[in-house]
């Protein structure tokens, strides 16, 4: 038996024909790929501890974030969810040093394909991460912008033709038409682009597929919430996005729980 503990991270994940997850905690990793199959068990002992700072909080805030940190740390901003409302490239943020690295860099406006088709935003070293944790089954890079503001603007407009939302329920259980050619949409996108805008649209066709190590899908999906129940023991079923399936049927997004202190067996 694989016995693991310390405060969750989000799953590290490699690209690969079938996606490589490994669960991690404080530093720890333990590839997962392998025991899909097997049982395994989830305690949480109540204890937070935030991912920024380390302080013990009683609440999390922005997935792992105590309330001090996520209103100053730079890594929760109001742009990290809404990139448009980025201020960096005119001098304005929490910390000019780490917008450098995360704002005034290259990022890319992509199309991907989750419960329906969406678009997003991602800086350019975040890709194919950004689609695997989104639990995307394709994804094609739209347009490539020098800062994290004109993506935004890229993306608020396109939102008017395609959603950038994520229906978890309908992700979990594969429920979408895989058919979707995304470079349709791509050339359809573009043409609803100003010309200071569409100047950044990439020429780039190639869709990037991604399989994520799941046998089965199931027909419902029910979610653990482990702020109301401590603790649960199932046969991990598959992974896919942030997500593990545990007994064909129940979910946890492990993200959710980034800075919970957690003990974690896997094996009989």
Not at 3 to 23: C, D, F, H, P, W
Not at 64 to 84: N, V
Not at 106 to 128: A, C, D, E, M
Request: aromatic letters at 12%; glycine letters at 6%.
């Amino acid at each position: 038996m694989i016995k693991l503990e310390g405060n969750i991270r989000k799953m590290r994940v490699e690209y690969n024909a079938t996606i490589q997850y490994s669960l991690a905690l404080s530093g720890q990793f333990e590839p997962l790929n392998d025991h899909i199959g097997s049982n395994i068990s989830l305690q949480w002992n109540g204890i937070i501890n935030c991912v920024q700072c380390g302080n013990q909080t009683k609440k999390s805030f922005f997935q792992g974030f105590c309330y001090p940190c996520f209103i100053q740390a730079p890594e929760s901003s109001e742009c990290i969810l809404k990139p448009e409302l980025c201020q960096a490239h005119e001098g304005i943020s929490r910390d000019m040093e780490w917008s450098k690295v995360h704002c005034l860099t290259n990022h890319f406006v992509y199309l991907s394909l989750t419960s329906g088709i969406k678009v997003g935003v991602t800086r350019y070293t975040q890709i194919p991460t950004r689609w695997i944790d989104q639990g995307a089954i394709k994804a094609l890079k739209l347009a490539k912008t020098p800062n994290r503001y004109l993506a935004g603007a890229i993306e608020v407009k396109l939102k008017e033709f395609v959603s950038d939302r994520t229906s978890w329920q309908k992700m979990l259980k594969n429920d979408v038409d895989q058919s979707i050619r995304l470079i349709d949409y791509k050339i359809k996108l573009k043409q609803n682009l100003g010309d200071e805008l569409s100047q950044y649209v990439l020429d780039e066709e190639i869709e990037t597929l991604l399989n994520y190590p799941i046998n089965q899908y199931p027909e419902k999906i029910k979610s653990i919430n482990f702020d109301k129940v401590n603790e649960y023991e199932g046969k991990l079923t598959g992974i896919k996005g942030q997500y593990l399936y545990l007994d064909n049927q129940y979910v946890v997004n492990m993200r959710k729980y980034s800075g919970y202190y957690f003990k974690i067996n896997i094996g009989n």
